[in-house]
């Protein structure tokens, strides 16, 4: 946060009663309420409850963890999204995941949920916000599924506050990553699309209807190839991993074969936002994944495993001209896309996640080279672009201070 001479106080009330969360230095004290209805209500930053559960749902994967309110992660796990169109196998695996998480911070068995602050998750959509009826477009078996509801149910009626995982990672950017230190903050996501999340004068920003930040959506090639959202020349349509990979090929390239993954954490594992619109369902034959879960080849296993971003970055990397360019491309046009939002939010700093925004340095280069050359006025040449800090865990944070920091990052409802 910015430097002051006292700190921005606010006040989260609920059923339970008000609970006073310190925002970080600025110039004034003011006061605002925000209030959430839920039999346990906001543990906030204070008192017993300074512990939350976090769930990052995407597109292949399930994660969770406990994180208390200095923003360490006490416990987590990981699982493979269920190939199910059965909504209550998935629920049940977001579920089962949770409960590992408890159990990997010592909290399992008949554990007090009591003494949670309340569930934070950051999930794909479209969906109803701030309700939680989410219709992830990359999980099929969730079409106005209610789930913000259906774990409040789940866990004692415990507070559940349920967003766009794009925003969960501005969040966790802004509250304990590469931006805690700004005001103004904008996160990005590059994977199986482009999403983002904005910070505006400390706050997440969510707007009218909590769709504030996508970025995937702005234009960057008017002549440009349609976009699965309707639009046309859309950054996603031209920079997401499928799209790149699609382009590649088109363009004659010949993927190289990679290796399982270990099915540990890796950049594919980043969130595929709900903004992420260039889904599985319309880029069946050009899907990204850098590391799966399930720890499947990148490229061409007997079941005919399209292939993705890691056989393209792996192309690139051995010095393949189409896949250099493929990556180049993708890179100019996030470049192009930030420049406008320097300019447009007077920014203090951008950073940049997903599997495919780690696919090498000829993304990097490109993007930054983008970047300058259309950054003309100088306080916005003066902001920073940089890789997230912490990829695996950011988005994590980022759902729990939904919870724990309601002030900076919850809404009023």
């Known amino acids: 946060m910015a430097t002051g001479d006292s700190r921005d106080t606010h006040t989260a009330t609920s059923s339970t009663g008000p609970v006073t969360v310190t925002a970080g230095p600025v110039t004034t004290t003011t006061t605002t309420t925000v209030t959430v209805t839920s039999s346990a209500g906001f543990g906030g930053a204070s008192g017993r409850n300074r512990t939350a559960l976090a769930l990052d749902v995407g597109g292949t994967k399930l994660a969770a963890g406990v994180v208390d309110a200095d923003g360490s992660v006490l416990g987590r796990a990981r699982r493979a999204m269920p190939k199910t169109l059965d909504p209550e196998v998935t629920f049940a695996a977001a579920v089962e995941c949770l409960h590992a998480a408890l159990g990997d911070a010592g909290l399992g068995g008949r554990y007090d949920y009591a003494g949670l602050a309340g569930v934070g998750v950051g999930c794909g959509g479209p969906m109803i916000w701030p309700a939680g009826e989410v219709s992830p477009l990359n999980i099929p078996s969730w079409r106005g599924f209610p789930l913000r509801a259906r774990l409040r149910e789940e866990f004692g009626g415990l507070a559940v506050l349920v967003h766009n995982d794009a925003v969960a990672l501005a969040a966790g950017e802004h509250w304990m990553?590469?931006?805690?230190?700004?005001?103004?903050?904008?996160?990005?996501?590059?994977?199986?699309?482009?999403?983002?999340?904005?910070?505006?004068?400390?706050?997440?920003?969510?707007?009218?209807?909590?769709?504030?930040?996508?970025?995937?959506?702005?234009?960057?090639?008017?002549?440009?190839?349609?976009?699965?959202?309707?639009?046309?020349?859309?950054?996603?349509?031209?920079?997401?991993?499928?799209?790149?990979?699609?382009?590649?090929?088109?363009?004659?390239?010949?993927?190289?074969?990679?290796?399982?993954?270990?099915?540990?954490?890796?950049?594919?594992?980043?969130?595929?936002?709900?903004?992420?619109?260039?889904?599985?369902?319309?880029?069946?034959?050009?899907?990204?994944?850098?590391?799966?879960?399930?720890?499947?080849?990148?490229?061409?296993?007997?079941?005919?495993?399209?292939?993705?971003?890691?056989?393209?970055?792996?192309?690139?990397?051995?010095?393949?001209?189409?896949?250099?360019?493929?990556?180049?491309?993708?890179?100019?046009?996030?470049?192009?896309?930030?420049?406008?939002?320097?300019?447009?939010?007077?920014?203090?700093?951008?950073?940049?996640?997903?599997?495919?925004?780690?696919?090498?340095?000829?993304?990097?280069?490109?993007?930054?080279?983008?970047?300058?050359?259309?950054?003309?006025?100088?306080?916005?040449?003066?902001?920073?672009?940089?890789?997230?800090?912490?990829?695996?865990?950011?988005?994590?944070?980022?759902?729990?201070?939904?919870?724990?920091?309601?002030?900076?990052?919850?809404?009023?409802?």
């Not at 002549?223 to 699965?228: E, I, L, N, S």
């Not at 280069?365 to 890789?387: C, I, K, S």
Request: glycine share 14%; proline share 8%.
């Open 177 to 413: 990553g590469t931006g805690r230190d700004t005001r103004n903050l904008l996160a990005v996501t590059v994977s199986t699309g482009v999403g983002g999340g904005l910070v505006l004068d400390g706050r997440l920003y969510h707007g009218r209807s909590g769709n504030a930040g996508h970025v995937g959506h702005i234009v960057v090639d008017p002549a440009g190839p349609d976009c699965v959202c309707g639009g046309v020349g859309c950054l996603e349509a031209i920079a997401s991993g499928p799209r790149t990979v699609a382009w590649a090929l088109d363009e004659g390239w010949k993927p190289v074969e990679v290796g399982p993954t270990d099915g540990g954490p890796g950049p594919a594992e980043e969130p595929q936002t709900s903004q992420q619109t260039s889904q599985q369902t319309s880029q069946q034959t050009s899907q990204i994944g850098f590391a799966d879960p399930a720890g499947t080849p990148g490229f061409a296993d007997p079941a005919g495993t399209p292939p993705d971003g890691r056989a393209l970055a792996a192309s690139a990397a051995a010095g393949d001209e189409i896949a250099r360019a493929a990556l180049a491309r993708s890179g100019n046009a996030v470049g192009v896309a930030l420049a406008s939002c320097a300019a447009t939010f007077d920014l203090d700093l951008v950073t940049v996640a997903g599997g495919f925004s780690q696919s090498g340095p000829m993304f990097w280069d490109a993007l930054r080279d983008a970047y300058d050359r259309h950054t003309g006025m100088e306080f916005a040449r003066a902001v920073p672009v940089e890789p997230s800090s912490a990829p695996n865990d950011v988005a994590l944070r980022g759902a729990a201070a939904f919870i724990l920091v309601p002030d900076c990052y919850a809404w009023v409802g």
